[in-house]
């Protein structure tokens, strides 16, 4: 029950907004540690769903990235997003199943899934969905080497807190 109530305030956005057409809108804080820590919890509920054990090796990834605005604006107020990855190792001929019941924990809290593969031959699937409340982009797949699954969040454009936000 924990872990259903964890995920529940992962998926509602956890003091995230989602971004308008307004490119002057005030962005959401948050410091990039605080989200670094947000993206771990996400992808441990992930597994948590998926009856995974989150492994090292392949080691989780992260990835800050400068935010580049709709029209190519190019910021200088330290706002950022975040592409988090962790991984599982599984049997092969386990995938589709476990990627099947993260779809289900992540679709029974509101995440909309954009594209569901299953590759049968192959024994792997492909999952990439889309919080709108928060406007984080989710990913559940199989990669290399074979007998890895991929949990993946990115997360949409936060300004660290204290900088003053750039006007375009």
Aim: aromatic share 8%; with cysteine.
């Amino acid at each position: 029950m924990a872990a259903l109530t964890l995920l529940s305030v992962l998926l509602t956005g956890a003091c995230m907004s989602q971004q308008a057409d307004d490119i002057n809108k005030p962005l959401p804080r948050k410091s990039r540690a605080d989200t670094l820590a947000w993206a771990k919890e996400y992808t441990k509920a992930m597994a948590h769903y998926g009856e995974l054990k989150i492994t090292d090796d392949p080691a989780p990834r992260e990835s800050f990235q400068e935010c580049v605005g709709k029209n190519d604006e190019v910021p200088e107020d330290g706002r950022y997003t975040l592409l988090y990855s962790a991984y599982a190792t599984l049997p092969q001929d386990q995938h589709i199943a476990t990627i099947r019941k993260i779809r289900k924990a992540l679709e029974a809290h509101g995440v909309r899934i954009t594209s569901f593969s299953e590759f049968p031959k192959e024994s792997e699937a492909l999952l990439y969905g889309k919080n709108d409340k928060d406007g984080s982009f989710i990913i559940a797949d199989s990669v290399n080497p074979p007998g890895t699954i991929r949990l993946s969040v990115s997360t949409p454009c936060f300004l660290p807190p204290g900088a003053e936000q750039q006007q375009f």
